[in-house]
């Protein structure tokens, strides 16, 4: 795929990256995103201690994942082994890190940047786990731990947020003073995947990482939000499984995107398909550069306190008599209803414009028009 772009001083051959995760755990699996054509691959976060897997620890509902692996697996010197496998090619390495004090996060740092880490990604708020969550609130101290990084190492950082932590403007400020280069965004949502009620116990032990296509919507919302307002370059994550999925971050002003969950449900193979289909797109719609589209959505997205409700009325483009409902079902507004003899029927003089029934109609028979 021949669209390049530069992320954090870096010349990435495309904008698909991996993320940091369970697929990234040793040089095998780093080795296997990159034959697949990823730009760069984050490792799964390394500590100064290996830390043992929770089994069984991942829960699948459809796309939707729950995940408690939290850390590495590995000591730091067999991540050193680990990484003198990997045949980097033209591909970029990025160390995901995480540390309890400034001095442990930058002697990590130092340890990977010997190691041959093209970028560190500072990993500062996992979902799961109570051990310093302070950092994700208090601006000094995470000022103090992304600075300790940034004045120990040569080579770029940048910081991966919870998708609090990326609603925050004041934070946003203070990892920049620190001397960040970019931000991944967002991590993975805290989740439960239920309560068996006949034995009134949790399904999982612990807290999970929720991620997939769930948690898409949110992850969109905080790559614009930080665009909007902040200078920091944004690589995207969170819900990110195919080509449309990616134009999308990239329309909202993400310079990369990182494929996470979506390599544990369908195999590394998926970072071929997404680059093949990406590649397809833009030459499709004659674009030869990803920054011709970077950013383009913005303009249509607004504050709500600046739209002027407009007045909306849905229509119906053909009679309607299939047994589906969903339309008169879903209608607060008493516009939708069945007559006796199976029909669709609407109201116009209802309804509101809210647009639900234009949303669900598995045959789009409904649009909304302006009166």
Same mark, same amino acid.
């Given at each position: 795929m021949s669209f390049p772009v530069r992320f954090m001083g870096l010349s990435l051959k495309n904008p698909i990256l991996v993320a940091s995760g369970p697929w990234s755990r040793d040089g095998a699996s780093i080795q296997r995103s990159i034959d697949a054509g990823a730009a760069a691959v984050c490792t799964e976060t390394i500590t100064l201690e290996a830390h043992e897997r929770i089994c069984p620890r991942i829960f699948v509902e459809d796309d939707r994942l729950l995940n408690t692996t939290l850390y590495s697996n590995l000591l730091i010197e067999q991540w050193e082994s680990e990484l003198e496998t990997v045949k980097k090619g033209d591909s970029k390495l990025i160390c995901s890190i995480w540390g309890s004090s400034a001095s442990e996060l930058a002697y990590l740092a130092s340890r990977v940047e010997r190691m041959g880490a093209d970028a560190i990604e500072i990993s500062i708020s996992a979902p799961i786990? *109570?051990?310093?969550?302070?950092? &994700?609130?208090? #601006?000094?101290?995470?000022?103090?731990?992304?600075g300790a990084v940034v004045k120990t190492v040569h080579i770029p950082v940048m910081v991966k947020l919870s998708y609090e932590a990326a609603a925050s403007p004041d934070f946003l400020r203070s990892i920049q003073s620190a001397g960040v280069a970019a931000v991944s965004a967002?991590?993975?949502?805290?989740?439960? *995947?239920?309560?068996?009620?006949? &034995?009134?116990? #949790?399904?999982?032990?612990?807290?999970?990482?929720?991620s997939g296509d769930c948690i898409r919507p949110a992850s969109l919302a905080a790559t614009a939000a930080i665009r909007q307002y902040s200078p920091l370059e944004i690589c995207s994550t969170g819900g990110i499984s195919s080509a449309k999925n990616a134009l999308e971050f990239l329309m909202l002003g993400a310079t990369c995107v990182q494929l996470a969950s979506v390599i544990q449900l369908h195999g590394y193979q998926v970072i071929t398909d997404v680059l093949n289909d990406l590649e397809s797109w833009m030459r499709g719609h004659g674009y030869s550069d990803i920054e011709e589209i970077r950013g383009a959505a913005l303009a249509g997205l607004h504050p709500y306190e600046d739209i002027n409700p407009r007045p909306l009325r849905a229509s119906m483009t053909e009679d309607c008599c299939d047994a589906c409902s969903l339309c008169a079902d879903s209608c607060l507004y008493h516009a939708i209803s069945r007559a006796p003899d199976g029909r669709i029927v609407l109201t116009p003089s209802n309804c509101s414009g809210c647009g639900l029934c234009a949303e669900r109609c598995p045959k789009q028979l409904f649009r909304l028009v302006w009166y």
């Open positions: 786990g *109570c051990r310093n969550q302070h950092i &994700t609130s208090h #601006t000094p101290d995470i000022e103090a731990f992304v967002i991590d993975a949502l805290r989740g439960l *995947c239920g309560v068996d009620i006949e &034995t009134q116990r #949790t399904k999982m032990e612990t807290f999970g990482g929720y």
